[in-house]
């Protein structure tokens, strides 16, 4: 059984262990840590080798398929699975002796080494102790970080993919699944405003909810993403006053995009800014977790880039509010950070005269970048402002092709061709750009590294009937 879920937003606190059997009893622990399926074993395996592998070449010249190994529960007779044609059994067998040679013997002992999840370790000692065998903790070396196995919580599973696909994160790191999705959702729906559409995507959502057989059918469990962000897209829809186009279909509960770009941009750059201080947040922690306050304090992604930003947005706030003491406040709080700054580049460079011009240029592309990444933010409102664009070409094209039957056909058709182009490729873009956004901006912060992801050993136990 894998290792069960629970739902902290931490990842499983892991424990170095070794599992340790009589060297006469070896196979049989070995056998019960792969049926637990709940330790990853450090190390290569050895190389494939024995009386097991001979038996399954050789059924295997007989034409049969390559098999997916099971396992005896007790040391099997290898001829009489030879004779039964017994495949499965043969590659479990197989996998074990790979396991059972690279193990380290002491005396009439053997051991080998992993992680596992904490709270499976009383399991893992019941499915031992039968066994004359255990499981002991080992210290954790400092060098060794452990795998990362997120905890889950069931409303976040559904986006689990939008973290997972930038990669595996470290040990140490909060998990982010939440605030990606989110992000995800009001960015897509910002670019892609419209209430008609954003039923669309948020129906065809639903139908990969009810897709059971076919190619889609394992992309099924993604579906509260699109459908969410077609619920976001329909909203901003109602904000724009768009429904496959400025139809009218619609009431307008804001603004126009193209006749009013600027509030639009202003909003954008609002999002933008309010989505990197969650992230500075999340990288300041994180930061803190891998490595300690001094790392965090001094690192761009932590105390220092944080002030950069926030000190940044203050000053620019009070300038063009023209409140003097806020202005102030937000230089120097920029000032610390920028000081921050400096003194972790510093502490990396070392001295000398080439170290210096490295801290300065360093600091300087630091800084440029954080600007450079509020600034990116305005695409939320020129990719809205393209849609809007797209929508009211085809409307316009529409109304002026309409009149009399003819021109009444004609209307529909531009209509509905237009509208499916402009739905595609709107689709395609938002969604892309909302991804770039989520990966370069935020998870850059968020995230300095990867780790690499839980995988235990793990090979099923054979029907009783068939072993």
Known sequence: ?????????????????????????????????????????????????????????????????????????????????????????????????????????????????????????????????PLGAAVVELPRPPWAEPPTLIARRAIAAPFRALVETYGPARYADLDPTLFAAGSFVVMFGMMFGDVGHGVLVAALALALRARRRGRLASLRHLWPLPFAAGLAAAAAGLAYGECFGPTGLVPRLWLDPIEHPEPLLAAALAVGATLLAQSYAFGTVNRWREAGAAAAAVAPSGVAGTCVFLGGGIAAAGWYLGAVPVELAGAATAALGLALLSLGYALEAGRGATAVLQVAVETIDAVVRIGASAISFTRLAA????????????????????????????????????????????????????????????????????????????IPLAPEEDQ
Not at 80 to 109: D, I, M, P, T, Y
């Open 1 to 129: 059984m894998p290792p069960s879920e629970h739902t902290l937003t931490l990842p499983a606190r892991m424990a170095r262990v070794a599992v340790v059997a009589p060297a006469a009893r070896l196979r049989d622990a070995l056998a019960a840590v792969a049926a637990a399926g709940t330790v990853e074993l450090a190390g290569p395996p050895a190389a494939a080798s024995g009386e097991a592998l001979e038996a399954l070449r050789r059924l295997q010249r007989q034409g049969r398929d390559e098999a997916r190994p099971l396992l005896a529960r007790s040391r099997p007779d290898i001829a009489e699975l030879e004779r039964r044609g017994a495949a499965e059994l043969l590659a479990g067998e197989v996998e074990l002796e790979r396991r059972a040679a690279a193990a380290v013997g002491h005396g009439s002992f053997a051991a080998v080494v992993g992680w596992t999840p904490e709270r499976e370790l009383p399991r893992l000692l019941d499915r031992l102790a």
């Open 383 to 458: 990719f809205g402002m393209v849609h809007a664009a797209l929508g009211a070409l085809v409307w316009d094209g529409a109304t002026a092709a309409s009149g009399g039957a003819a021109g009444t056909t004609l209307a529909a058709g531009v209509f509905l061709t237009g509208n499916a182009l402009a739905f595609s490729l709107e689709l395609l873009v938002a969604g892309i750009q909302a991804l770039r956004l989520e990966y370069y901006e935020l998870f850059s912060r968020i995230f300095a590294g990867e780790g690499h992801a839980f995988s235990p050993w793990h």
